[in-house]
């Protein structure tokens, strides 16, 4: 006796891998496909987040149950400016991604606990045995791109929970009133009920090294500005701002479909992935032909096609980098949240139009001018 041979192969049981196979299992229960992820619970220790503008409506039922929590705004506060943004921001929680996944796929749909060795176009060695499939996917994550230049966005997360409500009302999604010997450094502060709160502290650094046990004593410390706190989870990541060089480094011509950060399918200066995922997902979902070529065709010129869009972010993130001297970077962003509100949700969409690019490079700059534009122009090595 030997297993089926799945339609489609889904490596990596993250983000990106768990909303493509949720998408399948409700949309498309005629297609016979197998989840693997190496870990023993899918998504990892994450909170993923997103700004109401940045989903479709067709995209949120599909969604709906992994969102922990949903507010109508939030707050900025930098050294010269401070504003409430009447956005609705919202965080989904890996535990619900795990708990979706479970509930939804059969138990021949996934594998949990299963390190996989090599991908192919057709097949996985997973533990030193092959499993063939009709068409492979790879959404395990970034890995090495030399072809690729890029900084760092890097923190440490940790959820606390109170004895007494802690009184924060609404996130605060940049806090850059903090020191900013590190480059551009931020908190973070989401408030999932009136007991818990997560505090994160987030670099946009040159180097993508962290020490969390660093960091630790002073997420401790902000915490117990709000009360007597004990911390109960922590997350750490480090995800790539891009700054310029070649999407092929991202996808070498293997034959193999890529979803999520391996593919190239995250905002470029902001590192959020969630809304590509969810897109990503539901072109998954729609398509008559899922054979390992057209996928990866499909994949690759939506990557492509988002590449070009987005190119005006690249330019931004250099700037930032390049033109801006590591302890003043905070002033490019302070200077960003003068915008009306309606650009600063395509920001984070990834969707400016030309109006809103010529907004965000207007004004007094927030760096010399000169530094700027060539930092703009210089592209990778």
């Known amino acids: 006796m030997t297993d089926p041979r799945p339609a489609l192969i889904i490596a990596g049981g993250g983000l990106a891998g768990g909303l493509a196979a949720l998408a399948l299992a409700k949309r498309r229960p005629d297609v016979d496909f197998l989840l693997i992820e190496q870990e023993h619970a899918f998504g990892g220790n994450h909170i993923w987040s997103f700004f109401d503008s940045d989903v479709a409506v067709e995209d949120r039922a599909l969604l709906a149950p992994l969102v922990a929590a949903h507010w109508d ?70 890995g090495p791109a030399p072809g ?25 999604i940049m806090d ?30 040159d180097t993508p090294d962290l020490d969390p ?16 706190a004990k911390c109960v989870e922590e997350e750490i990541g480090v995800l790539p701002i891009l700054l310029g060089g070649d999407l092929a480094a991202l996808w070498p011509d293997d034959g193999i479909a890529r979803l999520g950060m391996a593919g190239g399918f995250f ?25 390992g070529p057209a996928i990866a065709r499909l994949l690759r010129a939506r990557a492509e096609r988002l590449w070009d869009d987005r190119h005006f972010f690249q330019l931004l993130n250099r700037m930032l980098f390049r033109a801006a001297d590591p302890r003043e970077r905070y002033r490019v962003l302070e200077h960003f949240y003068r915008l009306p509100l309606a650009t600063i949700a395509r920001f984070y969409a990834a969707r400016l139009t030309a109006l809103d690019k010529l907004r965000i490079l207007s004004g007094r700059p927030p760096v010399a001018v000169g530094r700027a534009l060539a930092a703009m122009r210089k592209q990778a090595a």
């Open 73 to 142: 705004d939030h707050d900025i506060r930098f050294p010269r400016r401070k504003r409430r943004l009447a956005l609705g921001y919202n965080s989904v929680r890996s535990d619900l991604l795990d708990r979706e996944l479970r509930q939804r796929l059969r138990p021949g749909q996934y594998r949990l606990g299963c390190t996989i060795d090599r991908l192919a176009p057709d097949h996985v060695i997973v533990g030193g045995k092959r499993i063939d499939g009709g068409a492979v996917i790879d959404a395990r994550g970034p």
């Open 148 to 172: 690729l230049d890029l900084a760092w966005q890097k923190f440490v997360g940790r959820t606390y929970r109170y004895a007494a409500p802690h009184a924060v009302e609404r996130p605060v």
């Open 176 to 205: 850059a009133t903090v020191d900013q010997s590190d480059g551009y450094r931020f908190l973070y502060s989401l408030p999932f009920a009136a007991d818990e709160l997560m505090i994160e502290d987030t670099f946009y650094s």
């Open 213 to 228: 046990e660093a960091l630790a004593a002073g997420l401790d410390q902000a915490a117990a500005a709000h009360g007597s």
């Open 267 to 291: 905002h470029p200066t902001t590192g959020y992935s969630l809304p590509d995922a969810l897109a990503n997902a539901r072109l998954l979902a729609e398509q008559r032909d899922l054979s």
